[in-house]
Structures are given as structure tokens and as C-alpha cells.
């Protein structure tokens, strides 16, 4: 299958002023696409169109507003095309141990990482459904298997954002088979967010970029960690069919 290219519409990244996020633009600009890029800074903002040109577009947007994601995406759509990609990347990671938290800062922090999420996906598919096509490929983390020390909100947040995942696929896949929408875990950043011996976001961002132009709707509710598929557990029937077919699933690679 073809991938996804400029002419079918304009890229959304959210969270572009930086790390990732930037990069993750960076790759789709190179490839010829217009991207809008989201954040809450403009001068971050700025900086990136300054480095890619004009066919980055900043916009100042928290995702966490609702209604300012509605209207900033509508416009969007109404100046420059259909949105053929959107990748939900923004997020933050507050490091605060349980007993600093407040339910005020907790619930800010899911207003983000989840809400983010689903305003963003909301607000593209109101582009999407009629047209019958997308890609909305959703920046996520195992943090809610596998819970750090001061990452409650963070952990949280970043599970239930995966959960909304399936629950998009349940009730669109069926309907909307083109629209195709999956889970991607960048790995262990060097960003602010990560660690300083993580992967340079540029690297992470080839395998993103590369994910996100993929239109296979096989692909819808995948996980991929950096540039390969994570397989769902088979159970013990599973495995014995396997056996006996001599068959062997295969992790796709990006």
C-alpha cells in the first residue's frame, strides 16, 4: 500500500516547540509536508519555524482546551486542507512524589497527557470521518505497567491515554477501516523528559515520521516501540496452533 504523502493533506504534531516533537516535524517537513505545529510556548514555537521554514505553521495551543483545539484545527482545515496525519505527542511528566501531588496538579496532569489526547483526536476526526481516512498515531509509554517513583500523574495519564486508543478503534475501526490510528513508544529519550543517555530524538523521530505515512489498516491498534512491532501475548491454544501449523509471527519492522 502507498504510503501517505503531501497531497494527501497537512501533518498536526503536537508538542512541536521541542524534543521530540520538533523532530518528529523536522522529518515530515523534509518529506515534503506542511505541519502544523502545536505548544503552549511561541517562542519555542518559533524557533522551530525558524529552522524549517515556512512550511512549518506554529500554533500556540494548549491542548488541554477543548474548545480552543476545536476551533484551532477547524481553522486549520479551513486555511490549508485536510488533515491527512496527526501525531499526539504533547505531554508532561510533573516528577512529583504521590504526597506532593494535589487532586488539583493530578487532574492538570491528566488534562494533558489524556485530555490532550483526546481533544486533538476529536477535533481531526471531525476531518477525518467524512472523508473516510487518516492516520492518528498516538505517542505513549509502558509507564502504566511499570510505574516509576514520582510518576503517579505521569503513569497514569499515559495508560488511560492508551486505553482511549482501543476505545477509538472499538467504536471507528468497523465504520472507518481507513482511518487507521495506533500506539507508538518512542523509547528512552535524551530530551527533557527522558534521560541523558537516551535515544537523540532525531533517531526516534525517523522510526515516528516513518510509522505515521503508513496507511495499512492492518496497522490499526499496533504498538510499536522505536522501529519494532511489539506482538500481543498468545495464549497456550495460540502457541500450540502455531506449533502445529508451523507458523511464526513476525514483528514488522520500520
Avoid at 7 to 30: C, H, P, Q
Avoid at 33 to 56: H, I, K, M, P
Amino acid at each position: 500500500m502507498t504510503p501517505i504523502t503531501p497531497k494527501d493533506g497537512i501533518a498536526i504534531v503536537t508538542g512541536a516547540g521541542s524534543g521530540l516533537g520538533r523532530a518528529l516535524a523536522t522529518e515530515l517537513v523534509e518529506k515534503g509536508f506542511t505541519v502544523a505545529g502545536t505548544g503552549r510556548r511561541q517562542s519555542a514555537l518559533d524557533e522551530t519555524r525558524d529552522r524549517l521554514g515556512q512550511n512549518f505553521l506554529p500554533i500556540q495551543m494548549d491542548v488541554a482546551d477543548g474548545v480552543a483545539v476545536s476551533e484551532g484545527f477547524s481553522e486549520l482545515v479551513s486555511h490549508h486542507g485536510d488533515i491527512a496525519i496527526l501525531i499526539n505527542n504533547a505531554a508532561v511528566y510533573p516528577r512529583r512524589d504521590f504526597l506532593a501531588e494535589s487532586p488539583d496538579s493530578f487532574a492538570q496532569t491528566l488534562q494533558i497527557n489524556l485530555g490532550g489526547v483526546l481533544n486533538c483526536s476529536h477535533a481531526a476526526l471531525q476531518n477525518m470521518a467524512p472523508r473516510g481516512e487518516g492516520r492518528i498515531l498516538n505517542v505513549a509509554t509502558f509507564a502504566d505497567l511499570n510505574p516509576l517513583p514520582a510518576s503517579s500523574a505521569y503513569s497514569v495519564s499515559k495508560g488511560a491515554a492508551r486505553i482511549l486508543t482501543r476505545a477509538m478503534i472499538a467504536d471507528l475501526s468497523d465504520r472507518f477501516p481507513d482511518i487507521v490510528i495506533s500506539d507508538w513508544m518512542p523509547g528512552m529519550l535524551q530530551t527533557e523528559m527522558g534521560i541523558p543517555d537516551g535515544i537523540p530524538p532525531k533517531q526516534s523521530a525517523v522510526w515516528g515520521a516513518r510509522l505515521a505515512l503508513m496507511r495499512d489498516p492492518s496497522l490499526t491498534g499496533s504498538v510499536f516501540e522505536m522501529g519494532s512491532e511489539i506482538l500481543p501475548p498468545r495464549g497456550l491454544k495460540g502457541k500450540i496452533k502455531d506449533v502445529l501449523l508451523l507458523r511464526r509471527q513476525k514483528p514488522r519492522q520500520l
